[in-house]
């Protein structure tokens, strides 16, 4: 099993940036494709960012150049840094571990609200 803890959620003027964390319980990066997923209101949760195994990173057209995705390995956390925050990009952010021999792992989500 593993745990996962976001943090870093909260309220944003547009234009403002927050930075998200996901605390893993145990050292799994190497072997996880670890990624950043959103759901607002209505919608389905869609995937923001994703970092894999190798470092290698990809992210949803609407976030990118905006949105960085990071991972720190000995603290076992990977990072969503957010500028250039929208109104659209208000949703619960959820942290996901996933493997394709295991089942995923998911965080609990941190809300994040951009509004003026």
């Known amino acids: 099993q593993v745990q996962l803890v976001e943090s870093g959620g909260g309220l944003v003027q547009p234009g403002g940036s927050l930075r998200l964390s996901c605390a893993a319980s145990r050292s799994i990066f190497s072997i996880y494709v670890m990624g950043w997923y959103r759901q607002a209101p209505g919608k389905q949760r869609e995937l923001v960012a994703a970092i894999g195994s190798g470092g290698n990173t990809n992210y949803a057209d609407s976030v990118k150049g905006r949105f960085t995705i990071s991972r720190d390995n000995a603290k076992n956390t990977v990072y969503l840094q957010m500028n250039s925050l929208k109104p ?18 998911w965080g609990q989500g941190t809300q994040v609200t951009v509004s003026s």
Do not use: R, W
């Not at 659209?88 to 792992?105: G, K, L, M, R, W």
């Open 88 to 105: 659209e990009d208000t949703a619960v952010y959820f942290c996901n571990a996933h493997n394709i021999q295991y089942p995923d792992f």
